[in-house]
Structures are given as structure tokens and as C-alpha cells.
């Protein structure tokens, strides 16, 4: 029984380039959520999507970030134009419908580093 | 903005040692939720408490959330080296509760 899947695990790209980082979601789980995490602080909510919507982008940066959760496939979180202060770990989370008390099951991250 | 202020940031103690972290905010949260993050991983959700009051353990460990839903504790008894890691709280916000607030953090060394 797979939880929360995210690959790559570890990502390098130069200044300028697109990074694009994928997440699956726990089976059963239709709820995804993206987070960021600077080395030596906590976890802060980027994006929360259901299928094919885009529930709350509030804590997303205005320019180069997207995500994305089609019908079909994983989430997509793309960052265009990466600069050095993009480097950070990101986590997916997701949760089952209906829940009754939000509880977010994590992926393992995926470490972006920007050169 | 809302924020949850955790304490101590780091806790180094002795195998068989007892000790408490702290969550505290201003706000009120309808669920808090604490995790554990090794390095290189993602967090993983220890517990998740809703009710004013409650308290839940989990082994050696007791999580209890605030009569007033702003603030929670976990306590370790008897603390392993296999305890060591990071504690991270997270509150639900009343109108958003699938935008989890994360505080910054324990990192507990329970040297053997």
C-alpha cells in the first residue's frame, strides 16, 4: 500500500531553468496539498488542489509558480525562471474526501536546488 | 497572520530522561496535529487531536490539546535514542482547516 509518492527525490537546476516536481497521491485520496520548506524553518502552505481544480493558491508566489491536478496522472507543481532563493525541500500531503478533521499524509519531499 | 510558536527550538537530553515541547498560539485551531520528520524525509503524522482538553497517548508519548483549542504539549517519557528527530506541530485554522500552519520546530537528541 503506496502512500504519498513524489519524485524526483532531489532535483538540480541552474538559474532560469523550469523545475517540475510531481506528486501522487495516497490511493483513495483526492485532496492534494503543496508545502515549502527553507532549511531550518517549518513547512508553509503553497497550494491546495482536488481534481482538475485549483482550491487555494493563496500561499503561492504571484510569478513562475503553477500547479496543476489533472483527471488523469500526478500533480504538478512547475516553477519557471528558478532562482536561488527557490532552493528548498517541497511535500506534497493528501487526505481523503470527506474527512471529517483535516489530517495530511506527507510524501518524502522532493530537494531543489538551484545552482 | 496566524502563527504557532513552538518551544524549545532544540533539546538535548539523556536516554531515560522525561520531557515536554510546547505549541503555542493566539489563534484557535479546530484540530492540531503533531508530526515527526526525520532528515531527507517527509513528516509523518503522529497524532491529531480535535476536542478542547483531550488528551491521547501513543506509547511513551502524550499529546494534549489546550481547554481553549490555542495551544497543545508533547510529552515523552522516558525518552529513547530511537526518539530523536524533529517534532513539528500543525494547526488547522478555523476557516481554512486544509491550510495546516506549521510551527518551526523541536529537534530532540536523546543521546544514548
Known amino acids: 500500500n503506496a502512500g504519498v509518492m513524489q519524485n524526483p527525490r532531489h532535483l538540480v537546476r541552474r538559474r532560469g531553468q523550469e523545475a517540475r516536481l510531481r506528486c501522487s497521491p495516497m490511493k483513495g485520496h483526492s485532496h492534494v496539498y503543496w508545502y515549502r520548506q527553507l532549511p531550518e524553518e517549518g513547512l508553509k502552505f503553497m497550494v491546495y488542489?482536488?481534481?482538475?481544480?485549483?482550491?487555494?493558491e493563496s500561499g503561492m508566489p504571484k510569478e513562475r509558480f503553477s500547479a496543476e491536478f489533472p483527471k488523469e496522472g500526478p500533480s504538478i507543481l512547475r516553477i519557471q525562471q528558478v532562482v536561488r532563493g527557490d532552493s528548498a525541500a517541497y511535500f506534497c500531503?493528501?487526505?481523503?474526501?470527506?474527512?471529517?478533521?483535516?489530517?495530511?499524509?506527507f510524501g518524502p519531499g522532493t530537494r531543489l536546488t538551484v545552482l | 497572520t496566524q502563527l504557532l510558536e513552538q518551544s524549545p527550538q532544540f533539546l538535548s537530553i539523556q536516554e531515560g530522561e522525561n520531557l515536554t515541547v510546547y505549541c503555542n498560539s493566539s489563534?484557535?485551531?479546530?484540530?492540531l496535529q503533531w508530526y515527526r520528520q526525520e532528515p531527507g524525509e517527509g513528516p509523518v503524522l503522529l497524532v491529531t487531536?480535535?476536542?478542547?482538553?483531550e488528551v491521547k497517548k501513543l506509547k511513551r508519548l502524550t499529546f494534549q490539546f489546550g481547554d481553549a483549542r490555542k495551544d497543545s504539549s508533547l510529552h515523552i517519557t522516558a525518552a529513547q535514542p530511537g526518539d530523536t528527530g524533529l517534532y513539528l506541530c500543525?494547526?488547522?485554522?478555523?476557516?481554512?482547516?486544509?491550510?495546516?500552519?506549521f510551527g518551526s520546530g523541536t529537534r530532540l537528541l536523546v543521546r544514548p
Open positions: 500531503a493528501s487526505s481523503p474526501l470527506g474527512a471529517s478533521y483535516n489530517e495530511q499524509f
Open positions: 489563534s484557535v485551531f479546530s484540530s
Open positions: 488542489l482536488q481534481k482538475e481544480n485549483i482550491i487555494d
Open positions: 487531536v480535535v476536542t478542547g482538553g
Open positions: 500543525a494547526g488547522a485554522p478555523m476557516d481554512s482547516s486544509y491550510k495546516l500552519i
